[in-house]
T-cell receptor, first 112, second 114 residues
Framework: QQQVKQSPQSLIVQKGGISIINCAYE??????FPWYQQFPGKGPALLIA?????SEKKEGRFTISFNKSAKQFSLHIMDSQPGDSATYFC???????????FGTGTRLKVLA | NAGVTQTPKFQVLKTGQSMTLQCAQD?????MSWYRQDPGMGLRLIHY???????DQGEVPNGYNVSRSTTEDFPLRLLSAAPSQTSVYFC?????????????FGDGTRLSIL
């Protein structure tokens, strides 16, 4: 019940295309869903996050879509650029637990 | 503002050796945590702390010890290194309080156990 399942494991997209990464969770107590971006040799950095009271959040080219009834959320990267090539992790957390549960990561490569 | 600083960046140990991975943050965050990152397994929580003198176990605590004597520092100790502990270790910190707060990660310590 604590798992967060992330797919795909890897993704190759042409420059200018849309990258889509999906995550699913079971624990209905989760109320915070961040996405992290990690470049080689660096630690993960917060990209965008959403709470379950909204169905979508957009920041620049990055959008989170959230489906509470299906217990799924996804990251959309519009107009993907070679500089977006990185590993992306979804995560989930419940208020008061102080713990984040991370997905297994998606390695994105954007071809120039 | 340095954020979360981890040292060393790389380390090679022999089986049975001990060592301490250092983590320091300058953001006055109450919450600090240690994760290990292994291929195909994402980030798994080892230990965490919600303030000085308070620590608790995460998903994979066996073989690791922690202590939190100050707000700034949260070292991770391997008492007797095993090859299964070969991994990349990340320290993170964040504020506590109402709601969820974003975590800030260091750049990791890459540890190999021979």
């Amino acid at each position: 019940q604590q798992q967060v399942k992330q797919s795909p494991q890897s993704l190759i997209v042409q420059k200018g295309g849309i990258s889509i990464i999906n995550c699913a969770y079971e624990n209905t107590a989760f109320d915070y869903f961040p996405w992290y971006q990690q470049f080689p040799g660096k630690g993960p950095a917060l990209l965008i996050a959403i709470r379950p009271d909204v169905s979508e959040k957009k920041e620049g080219r990055f959008t989170i879509s959230f489906n509470k009834s299906a217990k799924q959320f996804s990251l959309h990267i519009m107009d993907s650029q070679p500089g977006d090539s990185a590993t992306y992790f979804c995560a989930a957390s419940a208020s008061g637990t102080y713990k984040y549960i991370f997905g297994t990561g998606t390695r994105l490569k954007v071809l120039a | 503002n340095a954020g979360v600083t981890q040292t060393p960046k790389f380390q090679v140990l022999k089986t049975g050796q001990s060592m301490t991975l250092q983590c320091a943050q300058d953001m006055n965050h109450e919450y600090m945590s240690w994760y290990r990152q292994d291929p195909g397994m994402g980030l798994r929580l080892i230990h965490y702390s919600v303030g000085a003198g308070i620590t608790d176990q995460g998903e994979v605590p066996n073989g690791y010890n922690v202590s939190r004597s100050t707000t700034e520092d949260f070292p991770l100790r391997l008492l007797s290194a095993a090859p299964s502990q070969t991994s990349v270790y990340f320290c993170a910190s964040r504020r506590t309080g109402s709601g969820n707060q974003p975590q800030h990660f260091g750049d990791g310590t890459r540890l190999s156990i021979l």
